[in-house]
T-cell receptor, first 115, second 114 residues
Framework: SQTIHQWPATLVQPVGSPLSLECTVEGTSNPNLYWYRQAAGRGLQLLFYSVGIGQISSEVPQNLSASRPQDRQFILSSKKLLLSDSGFYLC??????????????FGPGTRLLVL | QQQVKQSPQSLIVQKGGISIINCAYENTAFDYFPWYQQFPGKGPALLIA?????SEKKEGRFTISFNKSAKQFSLHIMDSQPGDSATYFC?????????????FGRGTQLTVWP
């Protein structure tokens, strides 16, 4: 069965500090990977998606970046955090050719607080 | 531009009642409509999904009603329970969309009072 992991679960960082959030998927190969941000009490904002190693598409221009160094690893980074980067960060995956390709499965999330 | 519009933003229902959440879309290329359930501090989980070749899909107490001509779909939770208290998101995707991209509604926070 497939599982998705995110870490850390919670993070408190000062403004201006760097950020690295990691997401890994097990039990599937060549997944589509997604990063979302959810502000408190708000909806899901798609930040980045990736269809393969080294292939990243950005949805919203901002001080965040994403990388996919391995097939099942997706990393969200920032060189300098802003207060507005606080939120709940969710990684998700989906597959092509195996059942509904549009179905996305979400990880447990990382809660980031920038102070 | 919001591709999927969801209402209401919040909903309070008594235990045993029916919870109804509505969504509307404009893009006629959408052909997959999932609903996600999210508990506080957790990631969203797929609850139920429908394709436009059927007008209704039922799984236990959860039913999706789909009106293709009106471009609307809704989630009905029968015999609502306190454990159903969560945020619900509707979403839509089309085979022509960017490799499985889902467009989400803004979410509905459901509270079921015992």
């Amino acid at each position: 069965s497939q599982t998705i992991h995110q870490w850390p679960a919670t993070l408190v960082q000062p403004v201006g500090s760097p950020l690295s959030l990691e997401c890994t998927v097990e039990g599937t190969s060549n997944p589509n990977l997604y990063w979302y941000r959810q502000a408190a009490g708000r909806g899901l904002q798609l930040l980045f998606y990736s269809v393969g190693i080294g292939q990243i598409s950005s949805e919203v221009p901002q001080n965040l970046s994403a990388s996919r160094p391995q097939d099942r690893q997706f990393i969200l980074s920032s060189k300098k955090l802003l207060l507005s980067d606080s939120g709940f960060y969710l990684c998700a995956w989906s597959t092509l050719g195996q059942g509904p390709q549009e179905t996305q499965y979400f990880g447990p999330g990382t809660r980031l607080l920038v102070l | 531009q919001q591709q999927v519009k969801q209402s209401p933003q919040s909903l309070i229902v008594q235990k045993g009642g029916i919870s109804i959440i509505n969504c509307a879309y404009e893009n006629t290329a959408f052909d997959y409509f999932p609903w996600y359930q999210q508990f506080p501090g957790k990631g969203p989980a797929l609850l139920i999904a429908i394709r436009p070749d059927v007008s209704e899909k039922k799984e236990g107490r959860f039913t999706i009603s789909f009106n293709k001509s009106a471009k609307q779909f809704s989630l009905h939770i029968m015999d609502s329970q306190p454990g159903d208290s969560a945020t619900y998101f509707c979403a839509a995707s089309g085979r022509g969309s960017t490799l499985g991209r889902l467009y989400f509604g803004r979410g509905t926070q459901l509270t079921v009072w015992p």
